[in-house]
Every structure is written in structure tokens, then in C-alpha cells.
């Protein structure tokens, strides 16, 4: 069992900046992919970012550049800096875990190869 704790979001101006944090429980989380997906009001959820347990980082077009995910092994916790931030950037941002090790990295952009997620913290950005 993973539980993930999402924090960090708020209202903020657009060119602005946030970090959400997502503080996960379990022995597994060292050895998990990370993944952080956001879902706008009537929108579907979509992927933002992910990091394996290698390190390796694969991001959504949209927001390469501007958002760097990190993970901290010995505080079982992964990090998205959110820098330049848009309107369109206004969603509640979810954190996921996937356990399975097996995960290529391509294939965690796809929110179904995760097992565990978080109750999802709000960013707002206005204009």
C-alpha cells in the first residue's frame, strides 16, 4: 500500500511560480515512477510529468522548459517546480505512483499504468 499526500498549490499570477510536493508512505517509493497529471474543469486528466526510479524524466510538450519534476528518495517525496506559469495551466494537480518497476519510460504518460494516486491540490493561475 502507497499513500501520496499532495501540497503546494495555490492562486497565482500568471509569469509566477509553485511547488507542489507530494509526500508518499511506503517502503516501495524509491523504487517507484512518479508521475504528476492535472485535469481542468471539463477536461480530461492528462499528463504533466514523470521520474523513475533511475532518474530518468519525461515531460509533456506543453510544459517542457518551464517544469522540472524531482524526487527525494530519503524523504519519499517528488517535487514539481512550476515556473512561467500560464492560465492555462489552472487545474488540481494529482500525483501518482506506479510500483511495478516494469514501466518503460514512454509508457508513463499514460495515467492507467499507475496504481496509486493522490487526492489532487488546486493551481490556479490568473491572468
Known amino acids: 500500500q502507497m499513500q501520496l499526500v499532495e501540497s503546494g498549490g495555490g492562486l497565482v499570477q500568471a509569469g509566477g511560480s509553485l511547488r507542489l510536493s507530494c509526500a508518499a508512505s511506503?517502503?516501495?517509493?524509491?523504487?517507484?515512477?512518479m508521475g504528476w497529471f492535472r485535469q481542468a474543469p471539463g477536461k480530461e486528466r492528462e499528463f504533466v510529468a514523470a521520474?523513475?526510479?533511475?532518474?530518468?524524466?519525461v515531460y509533456a510538450e506543453s510544459v517542457k522548459g518551464r517544469f522540472t519534476i524531482s524526487r527525494d528518495n530519503a524523504k519519499n517525496t517528488v517535487y514539481l517546480q512550476m515556473n512561467s506559469l500560464k492560465p492555462e495551466d489552472t487545474a488540481v494537480y494529482y500525483c501518482?505512483?506506479?510500483?511495478?518497476?516494469?514501466?518503460?519510460?514512454?509508457?508513463?504518460?499514460?495515467?492507467?499504468?499507475?496504481?496509486?494516486w493522490g487526492q489532487g491540490t488546486q493551481v490556479t493561475v490568473s491572468s
Open positions: 521520474i523513475r526510479w533511475s532518474g530518468n524524466i
Open positions: 501518482a505512483a506506479d510500483t511495478s518497476t516494469t514501466q518503460a519510460l514512454g509508457d508513463l504518460i499514460t495515467s492507467r499504468v499507475y496504481n496509486y
Open positions: 511506503g517502503r516501495t517509493f524509491s523504487t517507484s515512477a
